[in-house]
């Protein structure tokens, strides 16, 4: 079992930055590939990002490639998402995830979820 707990998210304006950060705890997420999803206010859970643990392949989204970037500390058992130029498009709850398997832009594949973090990028 493993434990997600986000943080690292508000508010910001336009074009500015934020990193999102999630910790985890009961087992090493150096185990798991590693993901962010998030939902906007009247839509579905959305793939954002992703590392394969096994090869360390990153995956982005069309939305947020060039602009996002997934990463991990292995030693503090923590898994960020640093965004920047930011859109107000890009308002949403973000959760982190483990455990994904096969296809990983499913929502589905993943078994490990965190409580969310809003991030709210005003124009």
């Known amino acids: 079992q493993v434990q997600l707990v986000e943080s690292g998210g508000g508010l910001v304006q336009a074009g500015g930055s934020l990193r999102l950060s999630c910790a985890g705890s009961?087992?090493?997420?150096?185990?798991?590939?590693i993901g962010w999803f998030r939902r906007a206010p009247g839509k579905e859970r959305e793939f954002v990002s992703a590392?394969?643990?096994?090869?360390?392949?990153?995956y982005y989204s069309d939305s947020v490639k060039g602009r996002f970037a997934i990463s991990r500390d292995n030693a503090k058992n923590t898994m960020y998402l640093q965004m920047n130029s930011l859109k107000p498009e890009d308002t949403a709850v973000y959760y982190c995830a483990a455990g994904g398997r096969g296809l990983v832009s499913l929502w589905q594949n993943w078994d490990y979820w965190g409580q969310g973090t809003q991030v709210t990028v005003s124009s």
């Open positions: 590392i394969r643990w096994s090869s360390n392949t990153t």
């Open positions: 009961g087992r090493p997420i150096s185990s798991y590939a």
